[in-house]
């Protein structure tokens, strides 16, 4: 069963920037398409980013597309989301998200992903 880890949550302040890093020990994640969701507290989980298997697609929300990057290290085995110019209402916990069909295109992230993480929490604040 695979099993996601996310890291890298944290503080941050408006402005700044966090590294969120999923890994999946014992499986190669380049053979998925990786997401990355949030929930907010009292809000619906939304989807954030995704890439595709191969790399072919990549979606961002608009409420972070200029500020968030995703990207695969295939050497580590590792997808990361790079979260730059925080804003408070990235405030949420963040799942990763597996799956190796195609849920991942250019104008959205289906949300019936296979498997999930545990989440990290990111808090912006002043």
């Known amino acids: 069963q695979l099993q996601l880890v996310e890291s890298g949550g944290g503080l941050a302040q408006p402005g700044g920037s966090l590294r969120l890093s999923c890994t999946a020990p014992?499986?190669?994640?380049?053979?998925?398409?990786i997401a990355w969701f949030r929930r907010a507290p009292g809000e619906e989980r939304e989807g954030v980013s995704c890439?595709?298997?191969?790399?072919?697609?990549?979606y961002y929300r608009d409420s972070v597309r200029g500020r968030f990057t995703i990207s695969r290290d295939n050497a580590n085995n590792t997808v990361y989301l790079q979260m730059n110019n925080l804003k408070f209402e990235d405030t949420a916990t963040y799942y990763c998200?597996?799956?190796?069909?195609?849920?991942?295109?250019?104008?959205?992230?289906?949300?019936?992903?296979?498997?999930w993480g545990k989440g990290t929490l990111v808090t912006v604040s002043s």
């Open positions: 890439i595709s298997r191969g790399d072919g697609s990549i």
């Open positions: 998200a597996a799956d190796p069909g195609l849920v991942c295109f250019p104008h959205k992230v289906r949300s019936d992903m296979d498997y």
């Open positions: 014992g499986f190669t994640l380049d053979l998925y398409a």
